[in-house]
């Protein structure tokens, strides 16, 4: 059974930074893509970050570009998301998603299979 199991969330000050682990189970991480998605309050879902672990191509949205960075470790079949210079914009719950490899990043929600419980990341200001 695939499960993803995000963590890593927690309270941090505009400026600062936080890392959110997405550890992956009962599949191979590089032969999938993970994603990143937030969701703030009163807010749709929005697509973040994206990685074809295999290959390590990544993709951004525009509103982090810059400011934050995903990896993974294949070795501990897990996914980070390395967040720096934080934003109050940036509170949200954070999710991590996957679907099998075919080819291409995907920002839309609806082409991801699997998908772990949120980590709350709120940002002071």
């Known amino acids: 059974e695939v499960q993803l199991q995000a963590s890593g969330g927690g309270l941090v000050q505009a400026g600062g930074s936080l890392t959110l682990s997405c550890a992956g189970s009962g599949f191979t991480l590089e032969d999938y893509a993970i994603g990143w998605f937030r969701q703030a309050p009163g807010k749709e879902r929005e697509w973040v970050s994206c990685i074809s672990d295999g290959d390590g191509d990544t993709m951004y949205a525009k509103s982090v570009k810059g400011r934050f960075t995903i990896s993974s470790d294949l070795a501990k079949n897990t996914v980070y998301l390395q967040m720096n210079s934080v934003k109050p914009e940036d509170t949200a719950v954070y999710y991590c998603?996957?679907?099998?490899?075919?080819?291409?990043?995907?920002?839309?929600?609806?082409?991801?299979?699997?998908w772990g419980q949120g980590t709350q990341v709120t940002v002071s200001s």
């Open positions: 998603a996957g679907y099998v490899w075919h080819g291409f990043l995907e920002r839309s929600a609806a082409e991801y299979d699997y």
